[in-house]
């Protein structure tokens, strides 16, 4: 599984805890972009990962030290979770793939051990899509439909649940079922918006296989 658009997923609780991404829609995801582009952009692209691999590895140094000192501490446990789900997406983005998993593992350890001081169906999502990267989709789905059962006006929680049904399990029907929730609760959001455009890209159209659609996050 390619993991070159995730930075949507991971937005919107990485930046409480001072990520500095996004949680917006991949816009991207669906695209079938295969330019190769040229020399000098790939090369600055390039430079820009290794930053952002050697940003990500000293937060989660810095959350690890924490956690040292505090091993409760439950925002560090957040943060140090999102610090290996960024990890693990540019990772991936690097060519780094077994590393990547193993970042995602780290990530899911982490959410999984929040989860049992505190519930919260932001880092529950954030739980799902882990294990989509790691293509447990069964498991991955679960965990999303539990967020939108316990926060049915999680607009990210029912987008991203429409990812992983079109993406990972192949459901387009459920996915644009998950999409519409998603658009109904504001369409005037960056998500409300993302997920009307998937809706529009596939209306009256059927799925032939997962991830045909165009590139994963």
Do not use: C
């Amino acid at each position: 599984m390619k993991n070159s658009n995730l930075k949507w997923l991971l937005l919107i609780p990485v930046l409480a805890v001072a990520i500095g991404l996004g949680y917006l829609v991949p816009t991207k995801l669906l695209s079938n972009d295969n330019s190769g582009g040229d020399t000098s952009t790939n090369s600055q692209q390039n430079q820009a990962l290794q930053i952002q691999l050697a940003d990500t590895q000293e937060r989660i140094d810095a959350y690890q030290n924490l956690l040292k000192r505090n091993p409760s501490d439950i925002d560090a446990i957040r943060g140090l979770g999102d610090g290996y789900l960024e990890m693990g997406t540019a990772q991936g983005e690097n060519g780094a793939v077994n590393d990547s998993y193993g970042s995602y593992k780290n990530a899911v350890d982490q959410y999984r051990k929040y989860l049992t001081i505190q519930d919260n169906p932001e880092v529950r999502i954030d739980l799902g899509l882990a294990y989509s990267y790691l293509q447990m989709i069964d498991i991955s789905l679960r965990e999303l439909r539990a967020a939108v059962a316990a926060a049915p006006n999680n607009q990210r929680a029912w987008h991203s649940l429409g990812w992983v049904l079109y993406n990972g399990a192949g459901n387009l029907t459920d996915a644009r079922d998950a999409w519409q929730q998603s658009y109904n609760l504001d369409p005037n959001t960056p998500i409300g918006k993302e997920s009307k455009s998937f809706l529009d890209r596939f209306s009256g159209q059927s799925l032939a296989a997962p991830g045909t659609g165009g590139s994963t996050p």
